[in-house]
């Protein structure tokens, strides 16, 4: 049982770039989630997903897209990186409607934009 | 939005102390967490409690819901303590049962030895 795992754990982008971070899960999550980290600034949540097939805005979207095409996937996707998406960023899950409600984090993937 | 402080910012013990970690929040919750961040950066949850005390080994979370405050305790601490501290709401009108979290901006806390 490995968790939250995420995929790459680094990464170095210029600007304009793109890529796109896995997030996976073996738990059968339903709730899954994607933060960033910066310096100062608790973690934020950028987008979130209830269920396979769905996905949902969270605090700060910009600039990012996601899909979560398999219950046990999530993924983030940087179209045209900037260097203010520097950050590390976090994947979660969660069990669905429950009162065993904590989060499950990976292990983050520190990216840098130049 | 709620508003999640954490204090102290930064704190310093010596090992064996007793140590307070504090945080307040401005809108009402159905849960508050508590998660340990790794001086390796991994995330790992501690607590999560909506009223009383909670305890798991030398760590107490405690949560009073009219006051709006929770306080993270370590008893005996040990320098394998020191990490990031972070306290994080869930709060009660959660965006279509998503559950989502408000982050405190964590307390780093180092024990010596």
């Known amino acids: 049982n490995a968790g939250v795992t995420q995929t790459p754990k680094f990464r170095v982008l210029k600007t304009g770039q793109s890529m796109t971070l896995l997030c996976a899960q073996d738990?059968?999550?339903?709730?899954m989630y994607w933060y960033r980290q910066d310096p100062g600034m608790g973690l934020r949540l950028i987008h979130y997903?209830?269920?396979?097939?769905?996905?949902a805005k969270g605090e700060v979207p910009d600039g990012y897209n996601v899909s979560r095409l398999k219950k046990q996937n999530f993924l983030l996707g940087l179209e045209s990186a900037a260097p203010s998406q520097t950050s590390v960023y976090f994947c979660?899950?969660?069990?669905?409607?429950?009162?065993?409600?904590?989060?499950?984090f990976g292990p983050g993937t520190r990216l840098t934009v130049t | 939005k709620n508003e999640v402080e954490q204090s102290p910012q930064n704190l310093t013990a010596q090992e064996g102390e007793f140590i307070t970690i504090n945080c307040s929040y401005s809108?009402?919750?159905?849960?508050l967490h508590w998660l340990q961040q790794h001086p390796g950066g991994g995330i790992v949850s501690l607590f999560m409690l909506s009223s009383g005390k909670k305890k798991h080994g030398r760590l107490i979370a405690t949560i009073n819901i009219q006051e709006k405050h929770s306080s993270l305790h370590i008893t005996a601490s040990h320098p394998r303590d020191s990490a990031v501290y972070i306290c994080?709401?869930?709060?009660?009108?959660?965006?279509?049962?998503?559950?989502?979290?408000?982050f405190g901006k964590g307390t780093k806390l180092s024990v010596i030895p």
């Open positions: 997903s209830v269920g396979e097939g769905t996905t």
């Open positions: 738990m059968n999550h339903e709730y």
């Open positions: 979660a899950s969660r069990l669905g409607r429950s009162q065993l409600g904590e989060q499950y």
């Open positions: 809108v009402g919750i159905s849960a």
């Open positions: 994080a709401v869930e709060g009660s009108d959660s965006g279509a049962g998503s559950y989502q979290l408000t």
